[in-house]
């Protein structure tokens, strides 16, 4: 399926109105870079609803319409089942907005923190502390 | 052809019976349940059965209050860590402590002789006995180390040692040596709550014994299958600055 919005990333500092339930296996710094906030538009093309973080699949296309496939990693399924997510509350074609956090590495790899559908209603969303950028007291603390 | 294979067959058992004398020299330090010595929960001593989860807590600074009473080996070692380089993020276990804070519950299945935890993180378990036994001779290190326990009125007294310096005790990156020394209290605050006190002996890493207090409070939920190795693919992405476990 050929997105239909435009992918664009967002180098800008930003504050996230909610979050994805923390990461428990590893810290935020050990992976993702705080410094660079992303904002991902693209098209869902599968999900892993899978421990120890559900990880999804987002095609993203360029002004030249050059698609771009990022992986972004979500919370744990476990803690968003509790608070009544599914595995389909998020599901391939959905249209999605995601704000997250590039990895370290380079790769087209990203944190996801807030992640929300074409009719703006935010899936996933929950408290987070992981050391990341909108982790709580926690933020900071890490490297 | 059939000759053959009473020829292997006759083999492996006699390895097998060779090696025999190896698994019963092990067996001395197993440590399968002895009878019953205490009475059952709710009889004198605190009923801790149940589903429980203690609030998330990544960095045990955060309830300690300050930075940890640091050697300065354990400074060093906090202050130049890689968080890449976390066991757990190679779904490595937590150690006996780090998954009781971690953001999963657990069950407390208590019977006359030995405390189970079933932890939901790692889909693991620990095995507390309280049938009067001692820690075992010549203790080798495991992640999850030996833990004894005794009841005192409302409190589950549980003692850990042998356990190795692999694990982290945090997602923060405190770490240890393997002479730490936990020391746990589980006391009953009321049908649906207790609170955990671990104290942390470790003459190598920290000046003195320090500990922290969470509360764990009874869940509705039960606990699920979590499998870390399901879908770690966060391994090619860590920063870390060591070869990374396979």
């Known amino acids: 399926m050929k997105p239909s919005f435009s992918g664009i990333v967002v180098l800008a500092l930003g504050m996230l109105s909610a ?66 997510w599914k595995k389909d509350s998020l599901k391939a074609g959905d249209q999605i907005t995601v704000q997250g956090f590039r990895a370290k590495d380079g790769s087209s790899t990203a944190n996801a923190r807030s992640i929300t559908l074409a009719d703006g209603k935010q899936v996933f969303a929950g408290s987070s502390d992981d050391g990341g950028p909108d982790g709580g007291e926690y933020k900071g603390r890490l490297n | ?43 004198g001593i605190p009923d801790l059965n149940g589903v429980w989860e203690m609030p998330y807590t990544p960095d045990l600074e955060r309830p300690f209050g300050g930075a940890l009473p640091f050697t300065p080996l354990g400074a060093d070692k906090y202050k130049t860590h890689v968080g890449g380089d976390d066991p757990h993020g190679y779904c490595q276990p937590t150690g006996p402590t780090r998954a009781f804070h ?40 495991t992640w999850y180390g030996d833990s004894i326990g005794r009841y005192e009125g409302s409190k589950l007294i549980v003692d850990t040692i042998g356990i ?31 609170t955990w006190t671990a104290a942390y002996d470790d003459p190598v890493y920290f000046t003195k014994p320090w500990s922290i207090t969470l509360t764990a409070k009874r869940q509705k939920y039960d606990i699920m299958e979590m499998i870390c190795t399901d879908n770690n693919q966060d391994i090619p992405h860590y920063i870390t600055s060591k070869p990374k476990p396979q």
């Open chain 2, 164 to 194: 190795s310096d692999r694990s982290w005790l945090d997602t923060a990156g405190h770490q240890h040596s393997d002479k730490l020394h936990v020391t746990e209290v589980f006391e009953k605050t009321g049908p649906d709550s207790f």
């Open chain 1, 19 to 84: 979050s994805i339930p923390a990461l428990a296996h590893h810290s935020f710094a050990a992976e993702y870079d705080q410094k660079q906030p992303i904002t991902l538009k693209g098209v869902v093309t599968h999900l892993d609803w899978m421990n120890p973080h559900v990880y999804f699949y987002v095609d993203v296309a360029d002004k030249d319409g050059k698609l771009t496939h990022w992986a972004c990693e979500a919370g744990n399924p476990n803690a968003l089942a509790r608070r009544g």
């Open chain 2, 1 to 43: 052809m059939r000759h053959r294979i009473w020829i292997s067959v006759f083999a492996v058992a006699s390895l097998c019976l060779t090696s025999a004398p190896t698994f019963a020299q092990a067996g001395e330090n197993a440590t399968l349940p002895l009878p019953p010595k205490l009475p059952p929960p709710g009889d």
């Open chain 2, 102 to 141: 971690s953001p999963f519950p657990f069950q407390l299945v208590q019977s006359a002789g030995m405390t189970v935890v079933l932890f939901e993180i790692d889909h693991n378990f620990r095995r507390i006995f309280t049938d009067g036994r001692p820690h075992p001779k010549d203790l080798d290190t």
